[in-house]
């Protein structure tokens, strides 16, 4: 095969079979492909060897072998080294967060199908009463990685430490909070694992085979998908706060807690220069925190409204939320959303004040114990899921509501209650 100056291998035109079709002129992107002097000419120095003029040459009348691609070894991995469970502990101003109790909950659970402990991977500086939480939720060995470098979340630094545990450990399973820091962290951890990832699954199993079986709303929320990682270990997930029960806490439970050391080099990492702390949601209130939600929907999108309402959950002892129409109107802010591409919520009463309940929104509310729906369409997927429905008006119904409620709140203070 002919080369050009640089070495490189060029096609090269069989005259005999050509038959000046010009059609390998047309594909050839470099121009190396020319018509002269009554023969089809490449120049060796204008080829780049892409090979494209072979596949369109209806009478095979160009020479080119395109270079074989090396075959990737892929490295086997001995899939019965990796046991256990582990769930990675988010830490949250030097609290552990709640989602990573409700996913030691869960691990909980599935470590009994698969006859394995429940580890916690705590990473952070001065975590030490956090480690003690983890084993009181459930885990059964804490790994800590306890140094000033793991002070502030940084994803390479964060990635690199629970890298090396998962490295070191062998878990089969991680399960990570699907918080932004879980998402960002969990997301560089699988890559460097080179291991799968399903994201923010609202369900968690263990099959026939002993594999996990992760399942996660998709196409918007149409369908739900459940997705098995067969090769690769570990088994890696992120579950959205909310959706695995909480389990009960006990102090008296024996675990143990065992101190790994960072491996961090000693340069390349980046370090904080200055840390600005994350400012309050609004009004400072967590609507994943609140026991009563009065969640607005497009229907009662009203900023003259909004009084009655904010008034209505101050008397039920909520706050206010909304489905994604209303932030996107403006009237109330992204930290209020309830859905999928929101908060996901579970409070004791959830009040849908004309929210007509799109599978989005409604993948965010699966915890709420009581749903009561005001709207007045009787067909709305809320009116047909909620506990209690009240079909009508919601500017009639609410202020009726409000005055039996401030009539029995008067009548307990009478009675000394």
């Not at 088994?235 to 909480?246: A, E, F, G, H, N």
């Amino acid at each position: 095969m002919p080369k050009n100056s640089k070495g490189k291998d060029i096609a090269e035109i069989i005259q005999d079979k050509c038959i000046i079709c010009q059609v390998c002129i047309g594909e050839c992107k470099p121009g190396a492909i020319t018509y002269e002097g009554g023969v089809i000419k490449i120049d060796p120095e204008g080829c780049v060897g892409c090979g494209k003029c072979v596949d369109v040459c209806p009478t095979e009348a160009i020479l080119f072998e395109k270079p074989r691609k090396k075959k990737v070894v892929v490295t086997e991995t001995k899939l019965a080294d990796y046991k256990g469970i582990a769930v990675f502990i988010e830490v949250r101003d030097g609290i552990g967060a709640e989602v990573s109790w409700e996913l030691i909950g869960k691990a909980r659970e599935l470590a009994q199908k698969l006859d394995a402990q429940v580890l916690g991977f705590l990473l952070g500086s001065g975590v030490e009463a956090v480690a003690k939480e983890a084993i009181a939720y459930g885990c059964d060995v804490v790994y800590t990685m306890d140094t000033p470098v793991l002070k502030q979340y940084l994803s390479k630094v964060y990635g690199k430490a629970l890298t090396q545990l998962c490295g070191e450990v062998k878990p089969e399973i991680v399960l990570v909070g699907a918080t932004p820091l879980g998402r960002d962290l969990a997301s560089v951890v699988a890559t460097q694992l080179q291991t799968g990832l399903t994201a923010d699954c609202t369900g968690l199993d263990i099959d026939s085979e002993k594999l996990l079986l992760m399942t996660r709303p998709t196409f918007g929320g149409n369908i739900m998908a459940t997705i098995r990682c067969r090769n690769h270990r570990p088994q890696m997930s992120t579950v959205r706060p909310k959706v695995m029960p909480l389990p009960k806490r006990d102090p008296a439970r024996q675990g143990e807690v065992r101190a790994v050391d960072f491996d961090a080099p000693e340069d390349g990492l980046p370090r904080v220069i200055e840390f600005i702390p994350r400012a309050s949601e609004i009004g400072g209130v967590d609507i994943a925190k609140s026991p009563v939600l009065v969640v607005v929907g497009k229907g009662a999108c009203d900023a003259k409204k909004l009084p009655m309402l904010e008034e209505f959950a101050k008397l039920l002892g909520g706050t206010i939320a909304c489905s994604r129409p209303v932030v996107e109107s403006g009237l109330l802010p992204y930290a209020r959303q309830v859905g999928q591409t929101g908060k996901t919520v579970a409070p004791k009463i959830y009040i849908g004040v004309a929210v007509s309940g799109a599978v989005q929104h409604l993948a965010g509310i699966g915890g709420s114990q009581k749903i009561i729906a005001i709207n007045t369409d009787r067909n709305a997927p809320m009116i047909q899921i909620a506990d209690y429905a009240l079909i009508g008006d919601f500017n009639q119904i609410i202020p009726k509501l409000m005055t039996g409620m401030e009539a029995r709140i008067r009548s307990l203070r009478e009675k000394g209650n």
